[in-house]
Structure formats: structure tokens, C-alpha cells
T-cell receptor, first 111, second 112 residues
Framework: EAQVTQNPRYLITVTGKKLTVTCSQN?????MSWYRQDPGLGLRQIYY???????DKGDVPEGYKVSRKEKRNFPLILESPSPNQTSLYFC??????????FGNGTRLTVT | SQQGEEDPQALSIQEGENATMNCSYK?????LQWYRQNSGRGLVHLIL?????REKHSGRLRVTLDTSKKSSSLLITASRAADTASYFC????????????FGAGTTVTVRA
């Protein structure tokens, strides 16, 4: 089954403790992207990647890192999480940036 | 910054009625997409309309695009309870299709 898999689904952590949210897709898509969703703000793009070793900033990249060493994986790294990064995070993939396939989300709480 | 903004923020209709929501955007686009989100789950792609198209249909969905007004509308005909969801438009400003921007969405509730 074609899918985008994010892990974990839920994560509660403390300020400053490094964490990684994994994202994997099995559709051989070149394009992958991370979004955060906050009430009243819709989805905001954090980072995107057009292919392996090609990443670029979205609208809200501060406090986040990404890497794209393999085509199927696009992890999101929070080196020093803060409470304002409490949010619902989505990974998505596609060919060419259109018709995105989304994962089921990771709900992150930073205390 | 948000490129697309949906209107209204929320909509409540009776099963069988039509639901219409609008999306306005700020700069020129190559295409516009509509997505649906069920209760905190991942978004699902509904339809894409290109800048040289004025109208597109997919099942009970009808999307229009007016580039002169920088706006699009999504019409869901003969709504069902399963259509209860949030609907988002997504656009990419200028020529960069990779940098997608979503609006805050329209929450649609279909009453039985």
C-alpha cells in the first residue's frame, strides 16, 4: 500500500531535549516536505526537499533541521525543542510538489 | 506568510444541501489545489486546477478558478455526513511549485 509513515504519532518531551520525528514514503517520490499545523493558522511549511541531498527552507524553518540522505526518508530534527514548537506535524511527499500524500501526523507537546 | 485564505471559516449544512467555500490568494500562481482533512488526520488531495483552467469537476466536487480576482471556489454537491471535514486550498507563489502555502481552512459540518 502506498503510504507516508510518520513516527511517533504522539510525543511528549521537555524543553531542550533533542528529538527526531521520522518520515518514510514507499512511492519513490522525489519531493518531501514537513508542515506544522496550529489552530487558526493552517499548515505552515517548515522545510522541503526536491530530491536526495537537496533541501530548502519553507516559511517557518527556525528551530528545525532536516536531512535527506535517502530518497524514502526525510527526518525532522528538533535540536533544542521549546514550548512554542508544540504542534501537530505532518510529513508529505509527491512527484514535483503537486498532489501531496500526507502522513497521519505527529502530535508533539513540549513542556 | 499565508498565500491562500479560505472563507468562510466554518459552514454548517443539512445533508443533501450544497456547500460552497472560497479561497483567495495574493500573488500569481501556476495552479491551485484543494485538500480535505478529517479530524486531525493527514490531508487528502481532492483536486488540482491549473492557471489556464476555469473549472474542473471530480465526482460531486466542482472547482472554479478566477485568476483576475485571484480566487477559487470549491462546491460540494448533495453533501453527505462523510463530507464533514476541514477543507484547505494550497497555492505556490510564482514559479516555485515546491513552496506550497495553505490557508487556515474551512470547517464543514454536515448535519444528518
Amino acid at each position: 500500500e502506498a503510504q507516508v509513515t510518520q513516527n511517533p504519532r504522539y510525543l511528549i518531551t521537555v524543553t531542550g531535549k533533542k528529538l527526531t520525528v521520522t518520515c518514510s514514503q514507499n512511492m519513490n517520490h522525489e519531493y518531501m516536505s514537513w508542515y506544522r499545523q496550529d489552530p487558526g493558522l493552517g499548515l505552515r511549511q517548515i522545510y522541503y526537499s526536491m530530491n536526495v541531498e537537496a533541501t530548502d527552507k519553507g516559511d517557518v524553518p527556525e528551530g528545525y533541521k532536516v536531512s535527506r540522505k535517502e530518497k524514502r526518508n526525510f527526518p525532522l530534527i528538533l535540536e533544542s525543542p521549546s514550548p512554542n514548537q508544540t504542534s501537530l506535524y505532518f510529513c508529505a511527499s509527491s512527484t514535483g510538489g503537486l498532489t501531496l500524500h500526507f502522513g497521519n501526523g505527529t502530535r508533539l507537546t513540549v513542556t | 506568510s499565508q498565500q491562500g485564505e479560505e472563507d468562510p471559516q466554518a459552514l454548517s449544512i443539512q445533508e443533501g444541501e450544497n456547500a460552497t467555500m472560497n479561497c483567495s490568494y495574493k500573488t500569481s500562481i501556476n495552479n491551485l489545489q484543494w485538500y480535505r482533512q478529517n479530524s486531525g488526520r493527514g490531508l487528502v488531495h481532492l483536486i488540482l486546477i491549473r492557471s489556464n483552467e476555469r473549472e474542473k469537476h471530480s465526482g460531486r466536487l466542482r472547482v472554479t478558478l478566477d485568476t483576475s480576482k485571484k480566487s477559487s471556489s470549491l462546491l460540494i454537491t448533495a453533501s453527505r455526513a462523510a463530507d464533514t471535514a476541514s477543507y484547505f486550498c494550497a497555492t505556490a507563489a510564482g514559479s516555485n511549485d515546491y513552496k506550497l502555502s495553505f490557508g487556515a481552512g474551512t470547517t464543514v459540518t454536515v448535519r444528518a
